[in-house]
């Protein structure tokens, strides 16, 4: 019933900047805390950054400084400015939600969305 959709993922520099976007739909109430997530080739899937619905933020050590997460819960959706990207920033980065169903309100469930490929080179 609940789908995320990721988007703005590409091809970019070294230095350069994306902003994805994660769009929540379905039967959903509210969303408590919104992640991005991202797993490279023959890496383990990672946290790089939460966001509580009344957006306290956490980020990976790796990310700090150069990513930063926002949510807008009006419209379900959940960003990730990522600048001074570096190569090792090559990854696939999946939304994850903790969402508040409306037939099923009394606990969140996890949701995932498909991924938005990141690669950063020359």
């Known amino acids: 019933q609940v789908q995320l959709v990721e988007s703005g993922g590409g091809l970019v520099q070294p230095g350069g900047s994306l902003r994805l976007s994660c769009a929540a739909s379905g039967n959903i109430l509210y969303i408590d805390a919104m992640r991005w997530h991202r797993q490279a080739p023959g890496k383990q899937r990672e946290l790089v950054a939460g966001?509580?619905?009344?957006?306290?933020?956490d980020y990976a050590d790796s990310v700090k400084g150069r990513f930063t997460i926002s949510r807008d819960n009006d419209k379900n959706r959940v960003f990730l400015q990522m600048n001074s990207l570096k190569p090792e920033d090559t990854a696939v980065y999946y939304c994850?939600?903790?969402?508040?169903?409306?037939?099923?309100?009394?606990?969140?469930?996890?949701?995932w969305g498909q991924g938005t490929q990141v690669t950063v080179s020359t």
């Open positions: 994850n939600a903790d969402v508040r169903e409306t037939m099923s309100p009394s606990y969140a469930r996890d949701f």
């Open positions: 966001i509580t619905r009344g957006g306290d933020t």
